[in-house]
């Protein structure tokens, strides 16, 4: 038996039991855990201990930020700060259509970009925004559809897009350059999207929208707002004005410290320990994914899994890999979750580099493409997610039904980007 034959039989196995895994209902982290397991075994390696302990802590920096950045973002709804700039925005600009959908997109892409989980845009401002897009005259199907696309999309977004990052790491680059090849794309999506759904309606029924807003504290202002962010983005400005005299602190720290601000600010006394409970309970599925997937990946390079789909991958047709990234990306989403950035996007981030595109450019088309298949069955938990926060209670099918304009353009611009990332390089200097 060649080498070939028995890296393939190893991923033959890992697959059948991640199939039949998710046939008996078994969620996706332990899914992820039982094919690592049954490919350790099936190639020779008992369950290696060392491998299991080394890559449950692979990704623990990531989780370190998910973890500090949504226990920023909840904080600062605790305190009534994203009532209080919903109910703001609504008063100020609820007879501009136009200028409230851009508004309110932003605050979509907001609690994502920083936190790298789409599943806390919706929990933090996507039911707020739902309840103002209905009374816009918007579609409960509709709605359902802006959140879910602009929440994926926030997870792509920088500055932290967790596909960006894992694949990244996998491949040993840096993540640096990515800000603007992610930001763009987002931003110009999401707007896409919520103009292309919600531009028609009615006039905003101001009076039952802010009846049903929560209300915030009456202490609560602009500037108690806005000073966390300050705090986070001055961290980020010294460390890139003068890069040799500030000290590294990292992401985490910085979050804790915009979140800090918040719970200093704060206009009521909140329960810092029930937040942080809270916190670890909302990301504990996301925190259980990212330890698999590093237990999944570890096992796959012990066993040669992972050079196999990476030789694979750098021998395909290119054209056959451009055409088929419509369906691949949100497919592998759609079955390994967040695991597909390192089995899947590593091996075409090589491919492309082979072939001389620019591999900053591509990986960030490939992030606006994969937040689509959190819609997609077996998974589906972000799209499941939204359609409960939002109280959409008609067929899921009807739901994807109105998602597929918005994902399809989503689809080209990520193509686009990886075809001529070549010639979009420019934006990895900007």
């Not at 080498?3 to 209902?25: D, H, N, Q, R, S």
């Not at 994502?112 to 199907?141: C, D, E, F, P, R």
Request: proline share 6%.
């Amino acid at each position: 038996m060649n080498m070939f034959t028995y890296t393939e039989i190893i991923l033959g196995v890992m697959v059948l039991v991640y199939i039949l895994a998710k046939i008996f209902k078994i969620s996706t982290e332990l899914s992820m855990l039982a094919a690592a397991l049954a490919g350790s075994l099936a190639g020779g390696f008992g369950i290696p201990p060392r491998q299991i302990a080394e890559g449950s802590i692979t990704y623990l920096d990531i989780n370190l930020i998910f973890i500090t950045a949504t226990l920023f973002m909840n904080i600062l709804k605790e305190s009534g700060g994203i009532a209080f700039v919903v109910r703001g925005i609504l008063k100020k600009f609820h007879k501009n259509r136009a200028l409230l959908l851009i508004l309110l997109t932003f605050l979509l892409l907001v609690p994502g970009a920083l936190t790298g989980a789409g599943s806390v845009t919706v929990l933090i401002t996507g039911g707020m925004v739902a309840v103002v897009l209905n009374y816009m005259g918007i579609s409960k199907s509709k709605t359902a559809a802006i959140i879910f696309i602009i929440a994926g999309l926030s997870a792509a977004a920088p500055p932290v897009s967790l596909w960006a990052m894992m694949t990244a790491a996998g491949v040993n680059m840096p993540y640096v350059g990515f800000f603007m090849p992610l930001l763009i794309p987002c931003v110009v999506a999401a707007l896409i999207t919520i103009f292309l759904l919600g531009w028609k309606g009615e006039d905003t029924n101001i009076e039952k929208a802010l009846q049903e807003l929560p209300l915030p504290p009456d202490k609560m202002n602009w500037f108690k707002v806005i000073l966390p962010f300050f705090v986070f983005l001055f961290f980020i400005f010294m460390g890139r004005q003068w890069p040799h005299s500030t000290p590294i602190i990292g992401l985490p720290l910085m979050f804790l410290f915009a979140a800090l601000t918040s719970f200093l600010l704060s206009p009521v006394k909140l329960n810092f320990i029930k937040i942080s409970r809270d916190t670890i309970e909302q990301l504990l599925p996301l925190i259980g994914t990212l330890t698999a997937v590093g237990i999944l990946i570890q096992i796959m390079t012990l066993t040669g899994v992972r050079g196999l789909l990476a030789v694979t991958a750098v021998t395909l047709p290119v054209t056959l890999v451009f055409a088929g990234l419509f369906l691949m990306m949100p497919v592998s989403e759609a079955i390994l979750m967040y695991g597909a950035a390192p089995v899947i996007g590593v091996p075409l981030v090589l491919l492309f580099n082979t072939i001389g595109l620019n591999p900053i450019v591509a990986l960030a088309g490939l992030s606006v493409i994969w937040p689509l298949g959190d819609a997609l069955p077996p998974t589906a938990i972000i799209g499941r997610l939204t359609v409960q926060v939002v109280g959409y209670e008609d067929s899921y099918t009807k739901f994807l039904k109105t998602c597929i304009v918005p994902a399809v353009l989503i689809m080209i611009i990520g193509t686009v980007m990886v075809i001529f990332s070549k010639h979009l390089g420019f934006l990895t200097g900007l």
